[in-house]
C-alpha cells in the first residue's frame, strides 16, 4: 500500500466551482501535512500547511482528519489559474529529527471557462 | 533571485555517461534535500543533508548515485553509468529551523538518458 494515496484526477471543473480533494495515508506516525501545488514541468511550491483544526487561506480550506487517516483541500470559486496538480504530502517524524516529505501522485486539477 | 538555484536545468546523456547536478539552496537554509520525479509520480526523497552531514538516504540511492554537500552550502548530486530508467527530474529543496522547515525547491534538473 502507498504512504500517501491520492486520486490522480482528473477533475475537470467550470470556472466559479467547488472542488474537493481528498488524500489517506498509511502510517499513523505522520506529524504534519501539506498540499503543494506543481504547475506543469515546474517545481512544486507550498500551497498551504494543514492543521488538526482545520485551517483557510482565501478560497482554500484544508482539513485533516487523523482518526480516519485523511486530509482534505478544497477549492471555492475556482479559477483558470488553479489549474495544476495538487500534491498531498505528509511527514513522518522519527528519532526527534525532521523528516523528509512524503508525497502523493497529486491530483490533477483543470478548471475551464 | 533569492531561491534555491539548480544546474543544469536541462542534461540529455548517452547510457553509460556520469552526469553531476548541483544545487545551491536559499542562503543560510542548512538543510538540502534532494527528490526524483518521474513522469505521473509525485517526487521521490533521495538523500538529504543537514550542513555538510549526510543524515538519510533512501534505498533509491543506489551505489551509483553519490550527493556532497562539502561545505555545508552548495551540493551535487552525481550519477554514474546512467541508465535509461535515471530519466527523471531532479529537484533540490532546503529548509530552516525558523521557518518550521518548510521545505523551498529549486527548479528542478531535467534528465535524459538515451
Known amino acids: 500500500r502507498k504512504e500517501v494515496e491520492q486520486d490522480p484526477g482528473p477533475f475537470n471543473v467550470p470556472e466559479g466551482a467547488t472542488v474537493a480533494f481528498n488524500c489517506t495515508y498509511s502510517?499513523?506516525?505522520?506529524?504534519?501535512f501539506f498540499w503543494y501545488r506543481q504547475d506543469c514541468r515546474k517545481e512544486p511550491k507550498l500551497l498551504m500547511s494543514v492543521y488538526s483544526s482545520g485551517n483557510e487561506d482565501g478560497r482554500f480550506t484544508a482539513q485533516l482528519n487523523r482518526a480516519s487517516q485523511y486530509i482534505s483541500l478544497l477549492i471555492r470559486d475556482s479559477k483558470l489559474s488553479d489549474s495544476a496538480t495538487y500534491l498531498c504530502?505528509?511527514?513522518?517524524?522519527?528519532?526527534?529529527?525532521?523528516?523528509?516529505?512524503?508525497f502523493g501522485k497529486g491530483t490533477k486539477l483543470s478548471v475551464k471557462p | 533571485d533569492t531561491g534555491v538555484s539548480q544546474d543544469p536545468r536541462h542534461k540529455i546523456t548517452k547510457r553509460g555517461q556520469n552526469v553531476t547536478f548541483r544545487c545551491d539552496p536559499i542562503s543560510e537554509h542548512n538543510r538540502l534535500y534532494w527528490y526524483r520525479q518521474t513522469l505521473g509520480q509525485g517526487p521521490e526523497f533521495l538523500t538529504y543533508?543537514?550542513?555538510?552531514?549526510?543524515?538519510?538516504k533512501s534505498r533509491l540511492l543506489s551505489d551509483r548515485f553519490s550527493a556532497e554537500r562539502p561545505k555545508g552550502s552548495f551540493s551535487t548530486l552525481e550519477i554514474q553509468r546512467t541508465e535509461q530508467g535515471d530519466s527523471a527530474m531532479y529537484l533540490c529543496?532546503?529548509?530552516?529551523?525558523?521557518?518550521?522547515?518548510?521545505?523551498?525547491f529549486g527548479p528542478g534538473t531535467r534528465l535524459l538518458v538515451l
Open positions: 502510517n499513523s506516525a505522520s506529524q504534519s
Open positions: 543533508f543537514q550542513n555538510e552531514a549526510q543524515l538519510e
Open positions: 504530502v505528509v511527514i513522518v517524524l522519527y528519532g526527534g529529527s525532521q523528516g523528509n516529505l512524503i
Open positions: 529543496a532546503s529548509s530552516l529551523k525558523a521557518e518550521g522547515w518548510t521545505q523551498y
